[in-house]
């Protein structure tokens, strides 16, 4: 089979950033920090895509496609944000497809930040990965909330809060095996609870996860 090997999440990982402009400062760490849990999970995930015919009968059956609207909210995939995201995510992995958009209200204010990357995964436990990558980025093991994951392709959801520049950042994720995600908020927003993040990021991966063909 010709399949690439799997990596420590350090080998994949993106660099630190360097230290940012004042007032560019948050939107790159938050970049950083959503391309860091890509890369932390993505080692869990085994995340290199399958090349070749094995790996789990589900595996890429599902890609990302946000859509342009959500819960009144309307899709950004440009602006200083997005490119923030892109490049905490660094270079895509081979055989792998990254998404990083933003949802924002009417007046333009983002509300929700969208980080991921959809391909062929082949991790048995997803949940273990992504509860292990959580707490790698420092959130505690007991600061870490189990969630249905929701549809369409199962799969595991784990949220926590980590801190960005002093600030709360409550994350969730969800990954299968065709996609792992990261929706948050940015830190300058309203607090948000962990079961709203929760089931605001069930209800854009049921709009988001379509069938690969």
Same mark, same amino acid.
């Not at 230290?19 to 890509?38: D, F, Q, S």
């Not at 015919?53 to 859509?67: E, I, S, W």
């Not at 959130?139 to 709360?168: K, S, Y």
């Given at each position: 089979?010709?399949?690439?090997?799997?990596?420590?999440?350090?080998?994949?990982?993106?660099?630190?950033?360097?230290?940012?402009?004042?007032?560019?400062?948050?939107?790159? *760490?938050?970049?950083?920090?959503?391309?860091?849990?890509?890369?932390?999970?993505?080692?869990?995930? /085994?995340?290199?895509?399958?090349?070749?015919?094995?790996?789990?009968?589900?595996?890429? &059956?599902?890609?990302?496609?946000?859509?342009?609207?959500?819960?009144?909210?309307?899709?950004?995939?440009?602006?200083?944000?997005?490119?923030?995201?892109?490049?905490?995510?660094?270079?895509?992995?081979?055989? *792998?497809?990254?998404?990083?958009?933003?949802?924002?209200?009417?007046?333009? *204010?983002?509300?929700?930040?969208?980080?991921?990357?959809?391909?062929?995964?082949?991790?048995?436990?997803?949940?273990?990965?992504?509860?292990?990558?959580?707490?790698?980025?420092?959130?505690? $093991?007991?600061?870490?909330?189990? $969630?249905?994951?929701? *549809?369409?392709?199962?799969?595991?959801?784990?949220?926590?809060? @980590?801190?960005?520049?002093?600030?709360?950042?409550?994350?969730?994720?969800?990954?299968? $095996?065709?996609?792992?995600?990261?929706?948050?908020?940015?830190?300058?927003?309203?607090?948000?609870?962990?079961?709203?993040? @929760?089931?605001?990021? &069930?209800?854009?991966?049921? /709009?988001?996860?379509?069938? /690969?063909?």
């Amino acid at each position: 089979m010709n399949e690439i090997n799997q990596q420590s999440w350090e080998q994949i990982a993106p660099p630190p950033p360097a230290p940012p402009k004042k007032g560019k400062r948050v939107l790159v *760490t938050i970049g950083a920090v959503l391309g860091t849990a890509a890369g932390l999970v993505g080692g869990r995930l /085994a995340m290199n895509a399958v090349l070749g015919g094995d790996g789990p009968d589900d595996a890429g &059956r599902y890609r990302l496609t946000p859509p342009a609207a959500f819960q009144s909210l309307t899709l950004q995939d440009s602006g200083p944000r997005v490119d923030a995201i892109k490049k905490g995510q660094g270079v895509p992995k081979p055989g *792998t497809t990254p998404v990083a958009v933003v949802y924002a209200d009417q007046a333009g *204010t983002a509300q929700l930040v969208v980080s991921g990357s959809a391909g062929r995964f082949t991790d048995s436990d997803p949940g273990a990965a992504l509860s292990r990558g959580l707490e790698e980025m420092g959130i505690g $093991h007991g600061d870490i909330t189990t $969630h249905e994951a929701g *549809t369409p392709a199962g799969g595991a959801m784990r949220c926590g809060t @980590a801190q960005v520049e002093g600030a709360p950042l409550p994350l969730c994720m969800w990954a299968d $095996h065709s996609s792992l995600v990261t929706v948050t908020v940015p830190v300058e927003n309203k607090p948000v609870t962990i079961d709203a993040l @929760a089931a605001q990021a &069930r209800a854009l991966r049921a /709009a988001m996860e379509v069938p /690969a063909s």
